[in-house]
């Protein structure tokens, strides 16, 4: 699994963020898997037969870590970075990395930091606060063969989290018959 870290980490740090409505996604068969507002693990369960996470790597990181941006989105904190692959029927689908203040990790939220191979989305989302905002989108492959990421901040009760999601070429996000809304 280290082979996630290693290929896909780089991609999602080089990522030239954009807004959405900066981008042709509209209309696009893949347009409305970048702009989910719902849990994407969610929608994801919908498309194979077993949805896993496989957790790559989680540790706290110290606020001189994050880079600018995420410093603007979740403050100049200390954060739990979780790393995991989203998978379907044994299918690499998506590389995440999520950075969880420490200041989200307390009440309510500190079971965030004891998930372990749960998807954050099934948890987050089961929560009526949940809310996602900051989203955008990049496309860290190329014009004839895309390779699709998007960043967000999740919001529980009030607490950020920010989360990049890198699809990986085997997600249905590419594939013809996800051209539907499901």
């Known amino acids: 699994m280290s082979k996630f870290k290693q290929?896909?980490?780089?991609?999602?740090?080089?990522?030239?963020?954009?807004?959405?409505?900066?981008t042709a996604l509209e209309g696009?068969?893949?347009?409305?898997?970048?702009?989910?507002?719902?849990?994407?693990?969610?929608?994801?369960?919908?498309?194979?037969?077993?949805?896993?996470?496989?957790?790559?790597?989680?540790?706290?990181?110290?606020?001189?870590?994050?880079?600018?941006?995420?410093?603007?989105?979740?403050?100049?904190?200390?954060?739990?970075?979780?790393?995991?692959v989203l998978m379907g029927d044994g299918i690499p689908w998506v590389f995440a990395r999520t950075l969880i203040p420490a200041s989200t990790l307390t009440g309510q939220e500190s079971d965030l930091e004891q998930l372990?191979?749960?998807?954050l989305g099934l948890r987050v989302f089961t929560d009526r606060s949940a809310r996602r905002d900051a989203l955008v989108v990049a496309n860290v492959g190329t014009c004839t063969d895309p390779l699709w990421a998007r960043r967000s901040r999740l919001w529980i009760n009030e607490k950020p989290l920010l989360v990049a999601e890198l699809?990986?070429?085997?997600?249905?996000?590419?594939?013809?018959?996800s051209q539907s809304w499901n």
């Open 7 to 22: 290929l896909y980490k780089p991609l999602l740090d080089r990522a030239q963020w954009q807004a959405p409505e900066e």
């Open 28 to 84: 696009t068969g893949f347009g409305h898997w970048l702009l989910e507002p719902d849990s994407l693990s969610r929608r994801f369960q919908r498309h194979c037969d077993h949805f896993t996470v496989s957790l790559i790597e989680q540790t706290r990181i110290h606020q001189s870590q994050l880079s600018d941006d995420e410093r603007a989105l979740i403050g100049d904190v200390d954060c739990l970075l979780r790393k995991v």
């Open 116 to 119: 372990g191979e749960m998807p």
């Open 167 to 177: 699809f990986l070429e085997a997600a249905p996000v590419y594939a013809k018959e």
